[in-house]
Structures are given as structure tokens and as C-alpha cells.
Nanobody
């Protein structure tokens, strides 16, 4: 069983930056792949970043590529999402999710087993 807690959300002006953190409790986090997703009001949950269990591979959709960076510190059981050049359309609740997986980055929310409660990001224009 893994529990995830996101933090770092808030209100920021367009062009600004935020760093989200996802802290995991439970054993074996270094064997878990992690994804960040977001859900804006009235929209479906969408993938924004993924990282493999050892941090060896990451991936992003075109909408955030070059602006968002996912990283992890397994010694601290924490995954980060650095978000730069934020746009109003990045406004959403951001969630981290994880599953025990040694393969490539996973993109679908249905592929993940554990979810955090989410952290709100609001980007003002």
C-alpha cells in the first residue's frame, strides 16, 4: 500500500513557475513508476508527465513539453514536477499517481493504482 500527498500548488501569474511535490509513504517506492495528471473544471483528467521507477526515462505531452520537468529522489520517496512558463490553460487540480512497474512510462490514468488527493494550481492572466 502506498499513500501519496501532493503539495506546492497555489496561485501564480502567467509566465511564472511552481514546483509540485509528491511525497510517498510505504515501502518500495523506488520500484514504482509515477505520473502527474491534471484535471481542469469540466474536463477529463489528462497526463502531463511520467517517470520510470529509476528516473531513467521521462515523457510529456506536447502541451507541456519544454515547460514542465518531472524528477524523483527515491531516497526521499518524493517526485517533483517543475512547471515553468505557466499559462492560464495550465489551471487545474494536479494529481500524482503511482504503480509498481519496471517498464516504460505509462500514460493512462487507468494504469495507475494509487493516487494523491490533488493540489490546486491557478494561473492568472
Amino acid at each position: 500500500q502506498v499513500q501519496l500527498v501532493e503539495s506546492g500548488g497555489g496561485l501564480v501569474q502567467a509566465g511564472g513557475s511552481l514546483r509540485l511535490s509528491c511525497a510517498a509513504s510505504g515501502r518500495g517506492f523506488s520500484t514504482y513508476a509515477v505520473g502527474w495528471f491534471r484535471q481542469a473544471a469540466g474536463k477529463e483528467r489528462e497526463f502531463v508527465a511520467g517517470i520510470t521507477y529509476n528516473g531513467g526515462s521521462t515523457d510529456y505531452p506536447d502541451s507541456v513539453k519544454g515547460r514542465f520537468t518531472i524528477s524523483r529522489e527515491n531516497a526521499k520517496n518524493t517526485v517533483y514536477l517543475q512547471m515553468n512558463s505557466l499559462k492560464p490553460e495550465d489551471t487545474a487540480v494536479y494529481y500524482c499517481a503511482t504503480k509498481r512497474w519496471y517498464g516504460s512510462v505509462r500514460y493512462g490514468p487507468e494504469e495507475y493504482d494509487y493516487w494523491g488527493q490533488g493540489t490546486q494550481v491557478i494561473v492568472s492572466s
